[in-house]
């Protein structure tokens, strides 16, 4: 009897202990799509690839290997998406088990890299994407479900690195249409969850309707239900203008675009000007998708983005100007999409960004662009006399009174400078309004923010003012003044010149550009560019009046030293061989901050520095 009464009670306790083993499992869930969407930072697709019809090579792409994904993340990506066709790997519906391993393959090595990878069901035929109707609705929910359960349990061991997207580019263009994609991301959904293991709490990605902006914002006014709250995202294209970023020849409903963004319009060539589409046009896109899902805890990514790559344009048209429109748009893309929350994608093929077979950079402009857009030069300006920063106070409707406060670290006490000729415009990171003159040529009268206006109003001058600098308007002639106030939250002045340490600022930059190392490419050794530059370069002074000094303890292993101003352009070039190891710059330069890239065989460094009047 007692030893009946022993049994039952371990046999309890044992199962007490399983319990409290298998509840402990149960809420041990995966991160939010929140914060998987907050350490996500650049992202490359490995297009044209593993979505071939009907094998990783037969759109022209190599095998793909551990050395190309890492060279990617040396490039600065921390996200792959992976497109992957499934449909003609089947068998009686069963993907070839063969052509799973090989996918699996290509992810673990973007998962020894510590990246995180997205697996979608891309074109794949279009047997989803083109039949997005009522009448082809079952069938094409059944093999959505088949084909992802299959999927989802062959990965579901995998920890929040790996995500799933449900479809491509879904041909939908109206209620029923966007009904029917419902069904489709839900079936999605419910047949990942049931797999059980990590993809019960596993972040999801739904496509809105033809992946366009417009037809997402006004059609998308429901996700699928979930188990469980917080692990979804929403997938978007941005492919605008058409005629910019896709067009290879001209169509009936419109020509090609070659120049694209302020100032890289031609003046020889101005058909092929864009006429829509451009800064506003992207930056109010974006605004909806930050509006309708970011606000509301849903992340947002830019599945793919891209634009075509002219290189045989002639006279009248210009190919460098062509190129630097290109590099400004995806600079200008990028940096808006990360300033509201979006997670931008770029769209990658084989020959273009990378040698698929060596992992080689074949565009480093275009990944610097991609870099430079990510992060956005800013500065902050400090005042001499009272040591308070120049502050948009979180005011963002046109004509509020820009402010000063103590140093706070907060966005609204950083401006990113804008070169305009000879003057500069300073657009604050928290509400994206410009520094204003509005106007008042009293002294005394408040500094304001207002929208880009184009108007000389938010136009600044630099001039030196010992190891300062003072900012005058192009359109009143006053200055920026701190007006002796030394309370958080007093308003921010303008007066005539008067030579007062209150009309005198310290321009500190931030940013992870600043002298920030980028390895592009690792050598046979292993050796970075970090390896080779860090602690052997300077510069200055900086701020700088006429030129600048370029210090470099090496300059054999240099290539070149390139300076360009923010929007991309080329204003001189040092190449080798390299005179001296004390390197003069500069004098040719307008007004304005510039950045520095010193070149090697293994990457690049850069520098920001200012050049005052």
Request: hydrophobic share 35%.
């Amino acid at each position: 009897m007692k030893n009946k009464l022993i049994r039952k009670v371990l046999v309890r306790l044992f199962a007490c202990v399983l319990g409290f083993f298998l509840s402990t499992n149960a809420i041990a869930q995966l991160p939010t799509a929140q914060t998987i969407a907050s350490n996500m930072k650049l992202a490359w697709n490995l297009g044209n690839t593993l979505e071939a019809q009907c094998g990783e090579t037969a759109w022209g792409a190599a095998v793909t290997t551990q050395r190309l994904i890492d060279s990617v993340k040396a490039a600065g990506f921390n996200t792959i998406r992976l497109p992957c066709a499934w449909d003609c790997h089947t068998s009686n519906g069963v993907i070839d088990p063969t052509w799973l391993a090989r996918v699996k393959q290509v992810v673990d090595y973007c998962i020894n890299d510590n990246l995180y990878v997205i697996v979608n069901i891309h074109w794949d035929g279009g047997w989803l994407e083109n039949n997005v109707t009522t009448s082809a609705q079952s069938s094409v929910n059944a093999k959505q479900n088949n084909y992802w359960t299959q999927i989802a349990n062959y990965f579901k061991g995998y920890n929040e690195h790996l995500l799933f997207a449900s479809a491509n580019e879904p041909n939908a263009s109206d209620a029923t249409g966007m009904s029917v994609l419902l069904s489709y991301h839900q079936t999605f959904v419910n047949a990942v969850r049931a797999t059980g293991g990590n993809n019960s709490s596993r972040t999801l990605i739904v496509q809105g309707p033809n992946t366009n902006i417009g037809l997402t914002n006004t059609l998308m006014n429901t996700l699928p239900t979930d188990q469980i709250a917080g692990r979804m995202m929403v997938e978007i294209h941005y492919y605008d203008p058409p005629q910019f970023c896709i067009l290879t020849q001209d169509a009936s409903w419109g020509n090609m675009f070659y120049y694209w963004g302020k100032g890289y319009h031609s003046t020889t060539d101005a058909g092929r000007n864009a006429t829509y589409g451009e800064e506003s046009y992207l930056d109010s896109n974006f605004t909806l998708m930050k509006t309708k899902f970011i606000d509301k805890g849903i992340p947002v990514i830019i599945g793919e983005y891209a634009s075509i790559k002219h290189t045989n344009l002639t006279a009248p048209s210009d190919q460098q100007l062509h190129l630097a429109s290109r590099l400004y748009f995806y600079r200008y893309l990028v940096g808006s999409a990360k300033n509201k929350g979006l997670i931008p994608i770029v769209w990658d093929i084989p020959g273009q960004m990378f040698d698929r077979s060596t992992g080689a950079v074949l565009d480093r402009d275009l990944i610097n662009a991609i870099n430079q857009g990510a992060n956005a030069d800013y500065v902050s300006l400090v005042n001499h006399a009272s040591g308070l920063l120049i502050d948009g106070m979180y005011r963002s409707n046109n004509g509020a009174t820009a402010g000063q406060w103590s140093y706070s670290g907060s966005d609204a006490q950083k401006w990113q400078m804008e070169t305009v000729g000879s003057y500069i415009r300073l657009k604050n990171k928290a509400t994206g309004l410009y520094l204003d003159g509005l106007g008042d040529r009293t002294n005394g009268d408040a500094a304001g923010q207002w929208s880009s206006s184009g108007s000389d109003n938010q136009l600044w001058s630099i001039e030196p003012a010992g190891s300062y600098i003072r900012l005058r308007n192009k359109a009143t002639g006053q200055y920026l003044d701190g007006v002796y106030r030394y309370t958080n939250g007093s308003d921010l002045g303008q007066w005539s010149y008067s030579n007062s340490d209150a009309q005198q600022w310290t321009l500190n930059t931030t940013g992870l550009t600043t002298a920030t190392a980028r390895s592009q490419t690792a050598t046979a050794q292993g050796a970075t560019i970090g390896d080779l530059l860090s602690g052997t370069i300077g510069i200055s002074p900086n701020p700088f009046s006429s030129t600048f000094t370029i210090n470099v303890d090496d300059p054999a292993k240099v290539e070149s030293i390139r300076i360009s101003d923010l929007a991309g352009h080329v204003a001189e070039v040092i190449g080798q061989p390299l005179s001296a190891s004390r390197i003069t710059a500069g004098a040719s330069l307008s007004p304005g901050m510039y950045i520095v890239e010193v070149r090697t065989a293994n990457g690049s460094k850069t520098f920001k520095v200012v050049k005052m009047k």
